[in-house]
């Protein structure tokens, strides 16, 4: 089996954005699942303005939306202790649902003194004149992610390192990325240090 375009195209985006294609999807095909597709996004759109850490009951849900409450906790859009259990917790990719990424990103990162919160969150990767790339990150997914299109080097606890070569990018190419993919990609998850810059990218 080969990942398809529209595979790598997934992998390439926000979190958000991820969340929201496989929702819609879900949305698509919840009336071969015997589901009211109305019943269902009001769920989704009541979820985003759910506040996090606070539970709710299931008491008040539809018997469609007891049936998403099992689907919605494989995604990791809410939290429950036990399947039976009669309180959800809603988290944080569920109270992001209505609002944009940046949103998403500053509840990852309640405080920027805190020293708790996960770089990657706020952008992870440095990408010099020279194509030579470093990425803050030690998730396997990330990594596999970033050598699609990069020759990767070295890695250490914390750290990849890597070079955007010709050979690379044509590999990325043949597999169905495009480069407009790449850029965003790069750009979305750049180091804070990065957006310092007049430009984020060089030409």
Do not use: C
């Amino acid at each position: 089996m080969r990942i398809t375009h529209s595979g790598f195209a997934f992998l390439l985006q926000d979190v958000n954005a991820q969340i929201w294609t496989l929702l819609l999807q879900y949305l698509e095909h919840s009336t071969t699942l015997q589901m009211d597709p109305v019943d269902v996004l009001h769920f989704l759109f009541m979820l985003g303005s759910l506040e996090l850490g606070q539970d709710y009951s299931t008491s008040m849900l539809t018997d469609t939306q007891h049936n998403m409450l099992d689907d919605l906790r494989d995604y990791g859009i809410v939290f429950q202790r036990k399947g039976k259990s009669r309180r959800f917790y809603p988290t944080r990719l569920a109270t992001s649902l209505t609002s944009g990424t940046t949103s998403l990103l500053s509840n990852l990162n309640p405080s920027p003194t805190t020293g708790l919160s996960d770089p990657t969150s706020q952008g992870f990767i440095i990408l010099e004149t020279n194509y030579r790339l470093y990425a803050y990150t030690s998730s396997p997914l990330q990594i596999a992610i970033l050598n699609l299109f990069v020759s990767l080097k070295s890695r250490f606890q914390n750290l990849v390192q890597g070079i955007i070569t010709r050979d690379s990018v044509r590999n990325a190419l043949s597999n169905g990325i495009s480069a407009d993919q790449i850029i965003y990609f790069i750009s979305s998850n750049a180091h804070p240090q990065m957006r310092t810059n007049v430009s984020l990218l060089t030409p």
